[in-house]
């Protein structure tokens, strides 16, 4: 049997300006999960510039852990591709 773990997370749709999303769920509950994970969800018109600065915002945030699905569905969506990853 090959070993695992079970990790607390949380789920998390990053707003307009970035972390103001992650505010809304309080601090010490953030603070005790293991990972907490934001995700882009709507907006997808904002421009390349102001798409970059939101996610930063939020990557800044003390308790973000990882981006969810960064590539935006640029597959299946290739317009909303508007993020810079470089």
């Known amino acids: 049997m090959r070993a695992f773990s079970v990790f ?6 990053i707003g307009l300006s970035g ?10 509950v953030l603070a005790q999960l293991d990972l907490v994970v934001g995700a882009v ?5 904002l421009s390349r510039a102001k798409q970059t600065t939101r996610i930063l915002n939020a990557m800044d945030h003390p308790h973000f852990t990882m981006l969810a699905h960064p590539h935006f569905g640029i597959a299946r969506y290739p317009h909303l591709a508007r993020i810079r990853c470089t």
């Open 19 to 28: 972390p103001s999303n992650f505010d809304c769920t309080v601090a010490h």
């Open 41 to 45: 969800h709507s907006q997808f018109h």
């Open 8 to 13: 607390d997370a949380h789920y998390q749709c």
